[in-house]
């Protein structure tokens, strides 16, 4: 069965360290993985996603993740978080196999805080 | 380009209540879906629609009914309302390449109480 886990509920850091939200993931054939963020009383923006070639995907915002396919995992990163970066950040993977369309399937979420 | 657009942003309805929610996008999308948002629970899939005319259930459909007679509109129907409903509603859509999704875009949200 598809599924997604963001481990952690909240992260938080200081304005210009580093971030990195995780994500793992359990999928049939090859993933497609999403990352999406949302603001405050919004709908759901896209990041970035990874389909195939080069491990580091770059999105918007200067977000950048990791597929690893060995450790199933998806982490999304920055090198230095602003404190406009604040929102609840989802992870998503939609299968590559043979199943229904390629549906989406969600984590429950990580609030993603920094702090001045 | 408006993107996907969805009506109201907030309603309230009396438990037994229906209504519609409206979802259109001006993309030209063949693929369109219904979220509910819950505090811990992130997104799941209500019921979704690969074309005009073409719909199937998702994740948690029931007391929801859709329908898709253009590609443009998937307007959500809550056929009698439960406090249960009581959600955040998202609509999203995309194209699809060779029959399969890719990147969904959202509307930005019902917030829908039901009492």
């Known amino acids: 069965a598809q599924s997604v886990a963001q481990p952690e509920d909240q992260v938080n850091v200081a304005e210009g360290n580093p971030l990195t939200v995780k994500c793992t993931y359990s999928?049939?054939?090859?993933?497609?993985l999403f990352w999406y963020v949302q603001y405050p009383n919004r709908g759901l923006q896209f990041l970035l996603k990874?389909?195939?070639?080069?491990?580091l995907v770059k999105g918007s915002y200067g977000f950048e993740a990791e597929f690893n396919k060995s450790q199933t995992s998806f982490h999304l990163k920055k090198p230095s978080a602003l404190v406009s970066d604040s929102a609840l950040y989802f992870c998503?993977?939609?299968?590559?196999?043979?199943?229904?369309?390629?549906?989406?399937?969600f984590g429950r979420g990580t609030q993603l805080t920094v702090w001045p | 380009n408006a993107g996907v657009t969805q009506t109201p942003k907030f309603q309230v309805l009396k438990t037994g209540q229906s209504m519609t929610l409206q979802c259109a996008q001006d993309?030209?999308?063949?693929?369109m879906s219904w979220y509910r948002q819950d505090p811990g629970m992130g997104l799941r899939l209500i019921h979704y629609?690969?074309?005009?005319?073409?719909?199937d259930q998702g994740e948690v459909p029931n007391g929801y009914n859709v329908s898709r007679s253009t590609t443009e509109d998937f307007p959500l129907r809550l056929l009698s309302a439960a406090p249960s409903q009581t959600s955040v509603y998202f609509c999203?859509?995309?194209?699809?390449?060779?029959?399969?999704?890719?990147?969904?875009?959202f509307g930005p949200g019902t917030r829908l109480t039901v009492l």
């Open positions: 999203a859509s995309s194209y699809t390449t060779g029959g399969r999704t890719d990147t969904q875009y």
């Open positions: 999928v049939s054939g090859n993933p497609y």
């Open positions: 990874y389909i195939t070639g080069d491990n």
């Open positions: 998503a993977v939609r299968d590559g196999g043979g199943s229904t369309l390629g549906r989406l399937y």
């Open positions: 993309m030209n999308h063949e693929y």
């Open positions: 629609s690969v074309g005009a005319g073409i719909t």
